[in-house]
């Protein structure tokens, strides 16, 4: 069975929409990360209709501890260093994806990769967690930033794919044609010939 032609997706169609999924991917990635410095100063302009929702909103995924948080205009960001050095490292990835791997690629990388990413992370949490050693601002930021930038490699094929499926069009299949109508089994089904409707002749 093969597909009518309408069916079939182009390739430039196909590529101007994996671009349209990564502008998106982009662009959120990017409003994310400036909400977050906008919060403290949204706050120190006085604007608490922007800066509390924000700071609500990051509430629900980082414990917002002023002393583990990075400072701006006298007010902490609205997410702590390490989740703010996660949300920096993927978009900055996201930014930089094209120039490193193909939009049309849907496979991501093997899995090794991210838990060696994450293994820093890890350890500075542990090491400070247990009194070995007391992290910093900067070692919870770099370690963030390390494991957020390769999960940019995990996340954009699924959603790069995820967009084609959402986008795209099936192919239908369409019955074949006979040519010798004679030698079909009963009951199957023939084209009609282009000499009983002229008008369909090329």
């Known amino acids: 069975m093969y597909a009518a032609p309408n069916n079939y997706i182009p390739q430039s169609a196909s590529v101007r929409r994996q671009l349209a999924v990564w ?8 409003l994310v990360s400036t909400a977050i410095i906008a919060a ?3 706050l120190s302009s006085g604007h608490l209709v922007w800066a509390l929702p924000i700071y ?8 917002q501890i002023p002393e583990r948080s990075f400072f701006i205009a006298g007010h902490p960001f609205a997410v702590c260093a390490r989740c703010f050095g996660l949300y920096a490292g993927f978009t900055l990835a996201t930014i930089a994806y094209p120039l490193v791997c193909s939009l049309k ?23 400070g967690a247990f009194g070995i050693w007391n992290n910093t601002h900067s070692s919870r930021f770099i370690t963030g930033a390390l494991l957020g930038a390769v999960a940019v490699f995990y996340t954009m094929p699924g959603l790069l794919d ?28 023939v084209a009609p010939s282009d000499y009983s409707a002229p008008h369909r002749r090329i």
């Open 23 to 30: 502008s998106i991917i982009v662009l959120g990635s990017v």
């Open 40 to 42: 403290p100063l949204a």
């Open 56 to 63: 609500h909103a990051f509430s629900l995924v980082c414990h």
């Open 105 to 127: 690629k849907t496979d991501a990388p093997p899995r090794k990769w991210l838990f060696i990413a994450a293994a820093p992370l890890v350890i500075d949490y542990a090491l």
């Open 162 to 189: 995820l967009g084609l499926r959402l986008t795209g069009r099936k192919p239908q299949a369409i019955e074949p044609v006979a040519v010798f109508p004679d030698v079909l089994p009963a009951g199957s089904r």
